[in-house]
């Protein structure tokens, strides 16, 4: 079964305006790290921003903010102030933390990204 | 610049042929992490390693094998190779591959060509 969720294949955004990206999870696991991450055009993979099941605030990172709402399993990439070079695709990737098994120790589950397009 | 060092950049070889990637994590981590990007499966986990050993497997082939050395770089070891195979590889190291913050940073990827 799918672990994560991205529903907005694409998406245009102007310059300057603020764009949220969309993503929720699905875990009986009480303990998990929610993570972000920035594929450019060039291909590398950039870490962006984290949010734990446990943590309290949603987590901000500059211009990089993080919806939480935890009981709707939804964790939205929020990015004001939008710039040319934002232009990427955005991945949002879950750990589950409290299932040490050999299965699952560490890894990361990705969903399908959003392609973000920055017009001027 | 993540520190996560990956070579080579590309690669293009035949069908039924063995390639071996290269990845040196960011100093003083010590979990490395292999992952595949490809248009039909997305984004895969297929192995993880800590300190040396293995730690975690995921959808990794029998045909395909990896290793930590006791310096930590690691190699991932694709043979017999098929057209299917074409996708960007990506190595990931983390300082302790566990725990909910442990972050993984991502090096370029290797961008493997099958013909």
């Known amino acids: 079964a799918q672990k994560i969720t991205q529903t907005q294949p694409g998406m245009f955004v102007q310059e300057k305006e603020a764009v949220t990206l969309d993503c929720t999870y699905d875990t009986s696991d009480p303990s998990y790290g929610l993570f972000w991450y920035k594929q450019p055009s060039s291909g590398e993979m950039i870490f962006l921003i984290y949010q734990g099941s446990y943590d309290q605030q949603n987590a901000t990172e500059g211009r990089y903010s993080l919806n939480f709402q935890k009981a709707r399993k939804s964790a939205n990439l929020v990015i004001s102030a939008s710039q040319l070079g934002d232009s990427a695709m955005y991945f949002c990737?879950?750990?589950?933390?409290?299932?040490?098994?050999?299965?699952?120790?560490?890894?990361?589950?990705f969903g399908a990204g959003t392609q973000v397009v920055v017009t001027p | 610049d993540s520190g996560v060092t990956q070579t080579p950049k590309h690669l293009i070889t035949a069908t039924g042929q063995r390639v071996t990637l290269r990845c040196s994590p960011r100093?003083?981590?010590?979990?490395v992490y292999w992952y595949q990007q490809s248009l039909d499966q997305g984004l895969q986990f297929l192995i993880q390693?800590?300190?040396?050993?293995?730690?975690a497997k995921g959808n990794i082939l029998e045909r395909f094998s990896a290793q930590q050395f006791p310096d930590l770089h690691s190699e991932l070891n694709l043979s017999s190779l098929e057209l299917g195979d074409s996708a960007l590889y990506f190595c990931?190291?983390?300082?302790?591959?566990?725990?909910?913050?442990?972050?993984?940073?991502f090096g370029p990827g290797t961008r493997l060509t099958v013909l």
């Open positions: 990931a190291s983390s300082l302790r591959g566990a725990g909910l913050t442990d972050t993984q940073y």
């Open positions: 100093s003083g981590d010590l979990s």
């Open positions: 990737a879950m750990r589950e933390g409290s299932a040490m098994t050999t299965d699952s120790w560490g890894k990361l589950q």
């Open positions: 390693y800590y300190n040396g050993e293995e730690r």
